[in-house]
């Protein structure tokens, strides 16, 4: 890896989900344009977005060795996880399941969002994306992307209600393989783009 002190990154993140089947942005978008029809972004966030990529592998023993001579993975899990700032349930639905419906006001009628769940199993497959921002040492600013091509939210989540803080809504989502790509490229992606197209 050669030494690139431009690649040294303090950035926050933007979320979005989408439909499965979405169009990813392309490449050429700049950092914060305008991502493809279907593209979502879920709202503010008050904690760090973390990217995750794990795995657990399994390695034989032999008789002749004391330390393992191969190794193999035999599980792997693709993670995103943050808080949401915002105490507005259109998210809701997309990370936990059940329903939120907006009533709008009117005579006799105030405004508000109603989210309902339980009872029901199945979960909402979604695409997720991020964006973050890299700025080279000429100043120009790149973006930063990486896709979850198929998650489900991982567990629930608090509503902590406090006067010592603010009230946020944390979730994890969890990467599904997705078994039409190839092998070794079904779970997740990164882009980082380095240099602008020549013209």
């Known amino acids: 890896m050669p030494v690139d002190v431009a690649a040294i990154t303090m950035t926050n993140a933007v979320l979005y989900y989408a439909p499965l089947g979405t169009t990813l942005p392309a490449d050429t ?3 914060g344009g305008t991502w493809p029809v279907g593209w979502v972004r879920l709202g503010l966030s008050s904690a760090p977005l973390v990217f995750a990529y794990n795995y657990e592998t399994k390695a034989p023993e032999i008789q002749e060795a004391m330390g393992a001579v191969k190794r193999k993975k035999v599980s792997e899990e693709g993670t995103l996880e943050t808080t949401m700032a915002q105490l507005d349930f259109a998210g809701l639905p997309q990370i936990w399941g059940g329903s939120n419906v ?3 006001p009117g005579v006799g009628q105030v405004g508000k969002e109603t989210f309902k769940i339980g009872g029901a ?3 909402p ?3 997720w994306g ?3 921002e890299q700025e080279d040492d000429n100043g120009l600013v790149f973006p930063v992307r ?3 091509y198929r998650g489900t939210g991982e567990e629930g989540g608090e509503l902590e209600f406090s006067k010592e803080d603010w009230l946020g809504v944390p979730f994890k989502i969890s990467a599904l393989e997705d078994l039409s790509k190839p092998k070794g490229e079904r779970l997740l992606q990164l882009v980082r783009v ?3 197209a020549t013209v």
């Open 121 to 123: 199993s199945q979960m």
């Open 146 to 148: 990486g896709f979850i």
């Open 130 to 132: 991020f964006e973050g």
């Open 125 to 127: 497959v979604r695409m």
């Open 29 to 31: 978008l700049v950092a």
């Open 102 to 104: 907006v009533t709008a």
């Open 194 to 196: 380095t240099a602008p």
